[in-house]
């Protein structure tokens, strides 16, 4: 098996275990995912020393009583909160560790974390970790590339945050920025992405006064969670 197809079906496991738990946990996800809302991303926010911080959000319609029970079930037992967020941590990891074999940097993940809140209609999961030396540190310059740039294309949008005191700059070109945060839209061809943060002279911040995944295409199993859930509904 290649790397890069090892990568591919590491990630793709990860989303389906990652919802299946839920499922199981709440006795079925049964509001349908808002595939159109804004908040429905996956979100890389940047650090000073070349970690990140990764989260997966999707946001579901809770318009009846059983679906807001179901959410409110999972989001209350805490033993199926731990056991997806260690599936996540663990199947994460593994992509980790060959992208970092791919880019000569020891790549780990640490701190997930499995959330379920609900706002109104709304039912929110977010899976979440910090991954480390997910980016390039060239004194004060930081580079994203790997996993993204090998063919990534999201199914939801695409959002990269600069650490504090920082601009972004990226290839290839955001649909949009917002306050310094970039975004691209669902399935933007993200091949050969390259993002680059350095200190906003505006601000007149430094790298010192900040506090201190293989190919691209893998992550789109990340988005297997988000598929399961429409087949369970």
């Given amino acids: 098996m290649s790397r890069r197809t090892a990568i ?4 793709c496991r990860l989303g389906i275990v990652a919802l299946a738990l839920a499922v199981v946990a709440s006795g079925g996800v049964a509001g349908a995912e808002n595939a159109s809302d804004p908040n ?3 979100v890389v926010t940047m650090e000073s020393d070349g970690d990140a911080e990764v989260t997966l959000r999707m946001t579901f319609d809770l318009t009846t009583d059983s679906e807001r029970q179901a959410f409110e079930t999972l989001r209350d037992n805490q033993t199926e909160l731990n056991q997806l967020r260690d599936s996540f941590a663990d199947r994460l990891d593994r ?3 060959s992208t970092g074999t791919d880019t000569g940097r020891q790549m780990s993940i640490t701190n997930a974390d499995a959330t379920v809140t609900t706002a ?3 039912g929110v999961i977010e899976l979440s970790a910090t ?20 063919g990534y294309s999201p199914n939801r949008t695409f959002v990269v945050r600069p650490p504090d005191g920082y601009q972004l700059s990226a290839t290839p070109t955001p649909d949009t920025e917002t306050d310094g945060t970039l975004s691209w839209e669902p399935n933007t061809e993200l091949d050969g992405l390259a993002i ?20 691209a295409v893998a992550l789109a ?13």
């Fill in 120 to 122: 109104s209609d709304t």
């Fill in 196 to 215: 680059t943060a350095t200190p906003d002279e505006s601000t007149g911040a430094t790298a010192g006064d900040q506090p201190g995944f293989g190919p």
């Fill in 221 to 233: 199993g990340l988005f297997a969670v988000a598929l399961f859930a429409r087949r369970r509904t």
């Fill in 95 to 97: 992509v980790a560790s």
């Fill in 131 to 150: 991954w480390t030396n997910l980016a390039t540190v060239d004194g004060e310059q930081l580079r994203v590339s790997e996993p993204f740039a090998s």
């Fill in 40 to 42: 429905d991303a996956f």
């Fill in 8 to 11: 591919t079906t590491g990630l």
